[in-house]
């Protein structure tokens, strides 16, 4: 785990300005650090190319490559000399220079520190007033946030590194750098040392310290909103009144981006930079947009309780409509309709139909090309060629492209690839539709107890995907149109290259594209029992027990784009059964809970054979959770946790979704906290 520190200060202040007239303040600050507190090494090696050589041509340059080093290195022992030479010798190489492998985790290169800052001011106004004899109810909101962050990093500058890596003697006999130029951008020292790369910790502190510079990049994102709105009734009919609400908002959201001089590179004219480390060069990049949206809504009551209507205890209906311009994107508009049945007073039948639109966020549309390290399952590899969602046309496009019969040893499979990534002005508005409906029980005879039932249906068009490198692969080779697969106007085959010989990935351009389609289906359901302890004879002060549930469970949740289907749940992220069940306790100041989470059955992968991976599928999993809190003269208050409270493991070895599955690899946590309000 890494250290970070937090703090968080917030202000809220209300006024009434008169009965009719009420305004509040709120003020959100937030400061942290974190600190990456382990380190993958930095890795030269024949896989990222044949030699490392410096920066002078970007097109070129290759920081990853072996080390290519003297066989006079004063460093070398006699003996490790006169090995290296003779296997040269043997091999018909020349015998003054080798080629060197290293991992060079004990460079320390990724430690990283993020200092983040983050604040929010909301101010809001709202009251009443009285025209035509109709009361008129309005709200105003503005609100203005900004977070900011800045990172810094060692990193490696090659030029540098080359230098401390050519060791001489001078007349004295000392090791030291033959004479060489250093890079134009500084580094922790300017003073060049010798770097000794035979073996961990051998380097000098002086020698890392002349080649490593420390990087600083900084991102801000800023967004303003102001929503404004006023509601009242048109008519009263017989089960209430028809109301409605009608407003405006307006919204404003920024990016900026500095990479800072190590990940811009060096100035080499003609709008060019050459990198000065590992690293393709990154421009400064910003944008914005903003949006105007008018919307109204709509609720009309048919039949209340009060009618007492034979077969209908309440029956009412709603609906919802907005425009919104926004610069990047262009004017869409959404809407929604539905309505609500009860034939009794105990069950209550939903539904609801929505028209939705999501613009691309400004980092979708702005993010700055930059370096990325990527890898996944090739599908002309021998381990995928017989997989996907028809093998036969996988394997018949991967012959088309060179690739041998029943695929080859892709190295992409089992470890990253350099390419890049950025984001794509061009995209546009993501819609979905969806239906939503379900029953709603509150049996009279049975006093706080619900239980709801909802079936959700969501088809999303045009959805804004990051295809990364396994993606781009898979959408051509798994395309009937291949190699022509057109991707936004792009041929998503051109988008990742391979070595005509070795068939191995060497350079490939992740980025956000407008081509899927998601359809989803699922069964969400809950239970709500509130007991309050004087119903079974006990008295008033002995409290109430409050028990929760919810379950989902998924029909089917599909993703497709280029003519191929794949199935999106049944992972370890998304498993296609989970619940979490709360039972409450509650008794004045004192509370408690014990939490028990499930999760069904599931795989590590999808869309692959079931002999792909040794440890494919998952048992399914339980964990239970406890909290416990106290309250102290209104003020103050005590809370104790606990995660995972009989330790419970996922199954090993276990490689799925950290994020649903954090607290079990992490295993029984403890926190405390103190809250104090005044």
Same mark, same amino acid.
């Given at each position: ?15 009434? =300005? ?79 220079? =080798? ?11 990724? #430690? ?33 946030? $900004? ?19 050519? !060791? ?5 006999? +000392? ?30 502190? !002086? ?15 800023? $967004? ?35 990479? /800072?001089?190590? &990940? ?63 610069? *990047? ?34 980092? &979708? ?42 695929? =080859? ?28 409906? /379900? ?50 106007? +792009? ?12 068939? +191995? ?62 199935? &999106? ?17 509650? #008794? ?33 999993? =339980? ?7 106290? $309250?102290? *003269? ?24 950290? +994020? #649903? ?18």
């Amino acid at each position: 785990m890494s250290p970070w520190q937090r703090l968080n200060l917030t202000s809220i202040m209300k006024y009434d =300005f008169t009965p009719h007239l009420h305004g509040k303040i709120e003020g959100f600050y937030q400061q942290g650090e974190s600190v990456g507190a382990s380190t993958s090494g930095y890795y030269n090696t024949a896989l990222f190319g044949s030699a490392m050589v410096g920066p002078a041509d970007p097109t070129t340059g290759n920081a990853n490559g072996n080390l290519a080093l003297s066989t006079s290195n004063p460093y070398l022992t006699s003996a490790e000399r006169t090995t290296i030479v003779n296997a040269l010798k043997a091999n018909g190489s020349p015998t003054d220079t =080798f080629y060197l492998a290293r991992n060079s985790a004990d460079y320390a290169l990724d #430690r990283f520190i993020t200092d983040n800052r983050l604040f929010r001011f909301v101010g809001d106004l709202d009251g009443d007033f009285n025209l035509g004899h109709r009361n008129f109810v309005w709200k105003a909101i503005g609100t203005y946030g $900004q977070s900011y962050s800045r990172t810094f990093q060692p990193e490696i500058v090659t030029q540098n590194y080359e230098n401390a890596l050519d !060791a001489t003697t001078n007349a004295s006999g +000392q090791i030291v750098c033959a004479p060489h130029t250093s890079s134009p951008l500084a580094t922790v020292s300017s003073n060049c040392s010798p770097l000794n790369p035979f073996g961990v910790g051998q380097a000098s502190r !002086a020698a890392t310290d002349y080649i490593t510079a420390s990087t600083s990049q900084t991102q801000l994102n800023a $967004q303003f909103d102001i929503i404004a709105n006023v509601q009242s009734k048109i008519a009263t009919l017989p089960a209430g009144d028809i109301r409605y609400v009608l407003g405006y908002e307006h919204r404003r959201e920024g990016f900026d981006f500095n990479p /800072g001089a190590f &990940e811009q590179g060096q100035d080499i004219g003609n709008g060019q930079y050459a990198p000065y480390g590992a690293l393709i060069p990154v421009m400064p990049t910003s944008g914005a947009y903003h949006t105007h949206e008018a919307f109204g809504e709509l609720d009309v009551p048919l039949v209340s309780p009060k009618m007492h209507m034979a077969g209908v205890y309440n029956l009412a209906a709603h609906g919802a409509a907005r425009y919104v311009y926004n610069s *990047a994107t262009g004017g869409f508009v959404t809407y929604s309709a539905g309505g609500a049945y009860s034939p009794t007073r105990d069950i209550t039948f939903k539904g609801n139909y929505t028209h939705a639109l999501r613009a691309p966020s400004v980092m &979708e549309l702005y993010a700055p090309r930059g370096s990325s390290y990527d890898y996944g399952n090739d599908p002309c590899s021998t381990q995928f060629i017989d997989s996907g969602p028809n093998p036969a046309t996988r394997a018949a496009n991967c012959a088309k492209a060179g690739i041998p019969r029943g695929g =080859f040893q892709s190295n992409i499979n089992n470890y990253t690839v350099l390419g890049t990534a950025s984001g794509n002005s061009h995209l546009r508005n993501e819609t979905a539709n969806s239906f939503e409906g /379900g029953v709603l029980l509150t049996p009279r005879w049975v006093p706080g107890l619900s239980i709801q039932s909802m079936f959700t249906d969501v088809l999303l068009k045009h959805e804004i995907v990051s295809l990364g490198v396994q993606d781009l692969m898979d959408a051509c080779y798994d395309s009937a149109s291949y190699p022509n697969v057109n991707l936004s106007g +792009q041929n998503v085959c051109n988008a990742f290259t391979r070595d005509s010989a070795s068939h +191995q990935i060497t350079d490939f351009n992740d980025g956000y594209y407008n081509i899927a389609q998601s359809h989803m289906q699922a069964l969400q359901s809950s239970l709500t029992y509130d007991l309050p302890l004087r119903r079974v004879g006990l008295p008033d002060t002995a409290g109430e027990l409050v028990t929760t549930v919810n379950y989902v469970h998924y029909v089917n949740y599909t993703q497709t784009y280029l003519a191929a289907s794949y199935t &999106e749940y049944g992972s370890t992220a998304v498993p296609q059964d989970n619940f979490t069940a709360n039972f409450n306790y509650y #008794r004045g100041p004192f509370n408690f809970q014990w939490q028990m989470q499930y999760y069904g059955k599931s795989k590590y992968a999808l869309n692959v054979l079931n002999n792909v991976y040794q440890n494919d599928t998952f048992k399914q999993y =339980f964990m239970f959770n406890m909290s416990a809190g106290y $309250q102290f *003269a209104q003020h103050y208050n005590v809370n104790f946790s606990m995660n995972n409270v009989f330790d419970a493991k996922p199954q090993y070895p276990y490689v799925g979704s950290l +994020q #649903r599955y954090y607290d079990a690899v992490i295993g029984r946590s403890f926190n405390i906290s103190v809250q104090a309000e005044f």
